[in-house]
């Protein structure tokens, strides 16, 4: 099984600013790494593929970059909208889940 | 708009079964592979299990191997999960997830997801 780690646990950031959020593979996954977005009480919402294509809809204030296993997403300028948890997810083998990002208010 | 609408969730006691459902529409469910993730309470994601666009190829977590069945109705455009000897640690939201691909070679990324159903294993 690949695990997938995600740093910081929590982000406080301030409206307007920049958030980086880091995801690691136990092994490389290539470029088989997806974002998603979860806001309390509902379901994930899909971010990223492919490490760096955006999803339908999503604003281009969210980036990714990385390969192999080293990841980021950057949210180039925090909404009101955009404080929620972020998890990562590889599907170069059986897929699994990083522990999550929560971004909060600072 | 593609929709999934789960259902079949509720309380069960250790050891005993039970089958969710999720009705798919706004795209040729045929085409796509289909996956149930599950989260539960205050946790991270776990996806469960995975099947292709026929139905012909299934894929499950080694944490549910054995107990739990994954399935599909392609004429009437729902997935399902069967669920047999439950224990305390299934209990979770089980959402299902559409997968970008037709699952021939396993599941990919996914979207969209519905919006859950609650299983709570408990005496």
């Known amino acids: 099984e690949i695990v997938m780690t995600q740093s910081p646990a929590t982000l406080s950031v301030s409206p307007g600013e920049r958030a980086t959020l880091s995801c690691r593979a136990s092994q490389s996954v290539r470029s088989d790494l997806a974002w998603y977005q979860q806001k309390p009480g509902q379901a994930p919402r899909l971010l990223i593929y492919g490490a760096s294509t955006r999803a339908t809809g999503i604003p281009a204030r969210f980036s990714g970059t990385g390969s192999g296993t080293e990841f980021t997403l950057t949210i180039s300028s925090l909404q009101s909208e955009d404080f929620a948890l972020y998890f990562c997810?590889?599907?170069?083998?059986?897929?699994?889940f990083g522990p999550g990002t929560k971004v909060d208010i600072k | 708009e593609v929709q999934l609408l789960e259902s079949g969730g509720g309380l069960v006691q250790p050891g005993g079964s039970l089958r969710l459902s999720c009705a798919a529409s706004?795209?040729?469910?045929?085409?796509?592979?289909m996956s149930w993730v599950r989260q539960a309470p205050g946790k991270g994601l776990e996806w469960v299990s995975g099947v292709s666009g026929s139905g012909g190829s299934t894929y499950s977590a080694d944490s549910v191997k054995g107990r739990f069945t994954i399935s599909r109705d392609n004429s009437k455009n729902t997935l399902f999960l069967q669920m047999n000897s439950l224990r305390a640690e299934d209990t979770a939201v089980y959402y299902c997830?559409?997968?970008?691909?037709?699952?021939?070679?396993?599941?990919?990324?996914?979207?969209?997801w519905g919006q859950g159903t609650l299983v709570t294993v408990s005496s």
């Open positions: 706004g795209f040729t469910f045929s085409s796509y592979g």
């Open positions: 997830a559409k997968d970008d691909s037709n699952g021939d070679y396993g599941p990919n990324w996914f979207d969209p």
């Open positions: 997810q590889q599907y170069n083998n059986w897929p699994t």
